[in-house]
Structures are given as C-alpha cells and as structure tokens.
C-alpha cells in the first residue's frame, strides 16, 4: 500500500439522496398525493411537535419564515404543483412515513425520507435558526424515537423481498460498495450470503426487521484485522470513505463558513479532555446508505469515557443553503453540531495515548448506540457500537503529539472517494 502524508484536504460528498434532483421531486410528488388523498390523525409525537410550533412564538415565527424564504422555484415541482408548502403540510408529510421503511429503487434511493420533505426549507435563514432550537430538537428526537419502533418491528420487513432490498438489483447495489467484491465474490447475491450474517431459506433471510438488516454484522473472518499486534498500525473504524484529513486543530473555529473547519471544543462537547487534542489531527469519512453500520476500535487500549452528546438532526450550514443533499454537503459543520457519540480510548502505545472516536449521526440517521463502557479493554477490531437506520459520518482525533502517516489506500479524500474496508491499516504512527 502506498503511504502519503495528508494535510487539510476537505471536500463535500453525500449519497443518502438521489443526485438526480427530478427523481427526488418525483417522489416527494407520489408523497403529496398520498397526504392529500388520504390525510390522517396525526400520530401523538406530531401532534406534540405541532402544539409546540403553534404555542411558542419565536419557533412560530421561524416555522413559517422557512417556507416563506424558499425560493419561488423550488416550491413547484415538475408537474406545476407545489410540493412541501407550511408547517400543517410538512407535518403531515412527516405523518405518512411513520409506518414505512425505505424501500430500494434502483433509480434513486431516497434513503431520509424526512430530510426530502425538510430539503429546501433548511436552506433557509428561518430553517437555519429552527433546527437549531433545542426544543425543536428534542420534539424532533421523540418522532425519530418512534419511527425507530416501527423500524424495528417486524412489519418494516415488507420492504426485504426479491422485490426490494434482497432482489436482484439491490443486491448488485450493496455489492457495488464492498471494495472486495469482484476480488472475492463476482455473484452479487452470493457476496451478500457469504459476507453477512443471514439465512436466505428464512423468510426475509432472517432479518427481524428493516433495522435489523441495516445494522447487519458480517461473518468473522470478513473483514481481517490488520497487524493485530502492531500497535503502531491504526485500522479503519467503519467502512467509509474518506471525507478529510486536517491537521493543527483549533480549540475554536468559524465552523459555520464554507471552509467548515474544526473546532474542538464544539465537537466534543466541551469535555474536560478537550485540551489534550488541542493542534492535533481529525480524519473523517462518511457512510453511504448501503455501508456498513457498526463501528469498532481503530486501536487496542482501554475505554476511558463514551457517551452520546445530544444535537441537532436537520441543521446545515447556510454557506451551502439549497444543498441538493440535505445536510449531507455539512458534513464538517455537523461534527459541531449533530447528535453525537463520544469514545475516549487511552491507547497501549504511547505514541497514540489519548484518541477520540467520534461518530455523528445526521438527519434521520442519529441513533447513536454505544456498547462498549468505561474502563474496557479493548482490541482492534472490537466492536463499539453503530448507528441505527443506516449511517452517517465519523472522525478520529489525535493528539498534537501523534505523528501520523496516512494509508488511503490510493485515494485522495473527496467526491470520487469509495469505501475502504473497516479493520484494514489507515495509518501507522512514528515513534515520538
């Protein structure tokens, strides 16, 4: 593998909606007819968020600015009919998808279906202020809370047939992100059998549920973990790829300009440890829709602190309002922002000591389960956690001290990068 040493690159990606804009219109077009054909009770966690907009004023305010601010040529669709028009009409469109898993279409996934009802409006001065409302945000969690219960029943498994995510083409989509496939198994439907844990004789192949397919495991031996004794090698902590590498972080930044750089103390929270990363190094690389979810230690160590830092779920900087991505083009703003989780791992070599891992969570995908505790000893490898309904982005941070050589596996960090395989070598530490 080739080694290169990377400074403050930074590029924009996102993959959780369709690029083709007109299929999103579309979409949300098939959505509006379904609310206003059949309109229904709102679901109680709706109905709450509702009275909380109506009743407090500033967020009033800020709910219809929103839709107000939107440019006259987003608010049409292709079929001459406005699509997402106020609050009462996102509310309900918000409504429909309570019950519905997202369901595979080789044209265009739209994979957050909520972030495509929100789309325009948080490009917005008004969405901007709005979905950084800590109330707003707490309302917005409980509805995510209870969508997950549906993701997580049975029922959501509608969607894993021959039809859908376990038919032919999906398949063939999955297998396009694993960076081993033609290598190991050219049979698109085979390379998912002998990847990941399932049964194809089981109805749904053994999924539980739409959540359970999405935090599906590999079979051991899958994804081998490089120079396990080594500890001077760093392995990848998700199957992702490479969004930046910026080196000489600050405590404090600007993050909400079109640069989005780093700032420290924002992103972790203001946590006590903050100044032992202070000038350090952050490498991020986001998930795609069909990656794989969980997270697992890049080092061998011990747990020293993990937990999940509350955020926002729908907030994108304004330096790329109208992102046709959702928030997915912030992806450095949200690492300040978005619900996070934070493991602090002391590692056994002591030309690493302290690092962070730092997944976020964004829009719909902000389920962040930790399942590792404080005071555990941990092997590369080991598995921390994973976001539930999909995936997102995440960081690693060293210390100022940590000189790092980085292994991208060819690739230069940006819009034509693809997933490198967790638990291989992304970097090698000097000596210090």
Known sequence: M????????????????????????????????EVNDNEKPLHPVIQAFKELIEHDAEIFMLFNQMFDQVPAKYKISPTGKPQVRDYHHMLNMINAVMTKAPEYDSSGLVGLPINAILDWSMGTNGGFAAYLNKNVNIHLKRILNEWSIYLKSYDSCSVLTDKGWLGEEALKALAAMDPYFQENSPDPKQNFIDNFKCNPDQPYWGFTSWDDFFTREFNSGKRPIASPEDDSVIVNACEAAPYRVATNISRHAKFWIKAQPYSLEHMLANDELVEKFVGGTVYQAFLCAKSYHRWHAPVNGTIVKAYVKEGSYYSETLAKAFDPCGNKESQGYITEVATRAL?????????????????????EVSSCEITVYEGQKVKKGDQLGSFHYGGSTHCLIFG?????????????????????????????????
């Open 343 to 363: 493991i602090f791992i002391e590692s056994d070599n002591p030309d690493i000591g302290l690092m962070c891992v730092m997944p976020v969570g964004m829009g």
């Open 400 to 432: 100022s001290h940590v000189k790092l050589v980085f292994d991208l596996h060819g690739q230069t960090p940006g819009l034509a990068s693809t997933n490198i395989p967790i638990n291989v070598r992304i970097a090698t530490v000097k000596k210090n």
């Open 2 to 33: 080739k080694h290169t040493e990377i400074e403050n690159v930074q590029f924009r990606v996102g993959k959780w909606l369709p690029s083709d804009q007109l299929i999103l219109e579309k979409w949300l077009e098939k959505l509006v007819k």
